[in-house]
Nanobody, 127 residues
């Protein structure tokens, strides 16, 4: 149905930058909502940023606002997460995710739980 392949993680020092990518394939309607999530060892999964493909509406976790930017290249079916001013607390496994619009065309809504997931890419930020 939908396949997501994420990449771009690595190890950087605090204050550095990384750009994550996620190449998506499969039914377009199943991935109207796209997002990045992360999970650090011993912690619950956290929603980092989401984007609605129909109108480009974005949402960010308070912890990353002003530092991270989510975007997409629809022609290349690729989702990005530009991460600047990285902090040690950003260390986690990052996952790309997709879900269908569960609202209407005029009033779109993305679900709380996403249906499709990438394999994850590790981001490690040292102090």
């Amino acid at each position: 149905q939908v396949e997501l392949v994420d990449s771009g993680g690595g190890s950087v020092e605090a204050g550095g930058s990384l750009r994550l990518s996620c190449v998506a394939s499969g039914y377009t309607s199943y991935r109207s909502c796209m997002g990045w999530f992360r999970q650090a060892p011993g912690k619950e999964r956290e929603r980092v940023a989401t984007i609605y493909s129909g109108g480009g509406t974005t949402n960010y976790a308070d912890s990353v606002k002003g530092r991270f930017t989510i975007s997409q290249d629809n022609a290349k079916n690729t989702l990005f997460l530009q991460m600047n001013s990285l902090k040690p607390e950003d260390t986690a496994m990052y996952y790309c995710a997709a879900a269908p619009n569960i609202g209407t065309w005029l009033s779109p809504r993305c679900p709380a739980e996403y249906n499709f997931w990438g394999q994850g890419t590790q981001v490690t930020v040292s102090s």
